[in-house]
């Protein structure tokens, strides 16, 4: 099992770019998590996902969209980038079970100039 | 709504001594609570959590955590760390009670360990 699977592992946008970076995971997980890990804050919730079709929003959702078309994937969308959005990002899954592991991909190093 | 607090957000120690690392939490529903480790540019790797049962939790790597629920806390103890300890801590929490509560993490702000020889 690969696990959790991120890519880019980093990327560089100018300000107003778009992009989407990519989540897999090859475990049959039914949940799917974005969070955002920012120097002092720890990590924040973005979006989250139950199963395949079916989305909601997590603590700080303004400026990216997500859809979870398959089980496997789930990427994150921004539309427009903006500096604020500098940060590193995760992408975790873990089974339905309450109380289950969450697992963590290797993150994606994003800045915004 | 959750909340957790993490007491130090930097730890510097010497090896072979023990640690504790402090994480209060606050929540109007039960808890499941967890500690994660992030080792220098990688993702978060679990070390141990609490659901229920026997509040005195043991993780990977000789670490453990007491659940304390009249100070709504969870340390994490080690009686004597490695160099290799050396990585940011985070503390988490998620509801148990309520429909879906299980899946979101709220996470502490994190605590630097720093192990020196």
């Known amino acids: 099992n690969a696990g959790v699977t991120q890519t880019p592992k980093f990327q560089v946008l100018k300000t107003g770019q778009s992009m989407t970076l990519q989540c897999a995971q090859d475990?049959?997980?039914?949940?799917m998590s974005w969070y955002r890990q920012d120097p002092g804050m720890g990590l924040r919730l973005i979006h989250y996902?139950?199963?395949?079709?079916?989305?909601d929003q997590g603590e700080v959702p303004n400026g990216y969209n997500v859809s979870r078309s398959t089980t496997e994937d789930f990427p994150l969308r921004l539309l427009s980038a903006a500096p604020s959005q500098t940060s590193v990002y995760f992408c975790?899954?873990?089974?339905?079970?309450?109380?289950?592991?969450?697992?963590f991909g290797p993150g994606t190093r994003l800045t915004v100039l | 709504a959750q909340s957790v607090t993490q007491l130090d957000s930097q730890v510097p120690v010497f090896e072979e001594a023990p640690v504790e690392l402090r994480c209060n939490y606050s929540s109007s529903v039960s808890v499941y609570l967890f500690w994660y480790v992030q080792y220098p540019n990688q993702g978060l790797q679990l070390l141990l959590k609490y659901l229920s049962g026997s509040t005195l939790v043991k993780g990977i790597n000789g670490f453990e955590a007491e659940f304390n629920k009249s100070q709504t806390s969870f340390h994490l103890r080690k009686p004597s760390v490695h160099i290799s300890d050396t990585a940011e801590y985070f503390c988490a929490v998620s509801d148990s009670v309520t429909q879906g509560g299980s899946e979101k993490l709220v996470f502490g702000k994190g605590t630097k360990l720093t192990v020196n020889p």
């Open positions: 996902s139950v199963g395949a079709g079916i989305t």
């Open positions: 475990m049959n997980h039914e949940y």
């Open positions: 975790a899954s873990k089974d339905g079970g309450a109380g289950d592991t969450q697992y």
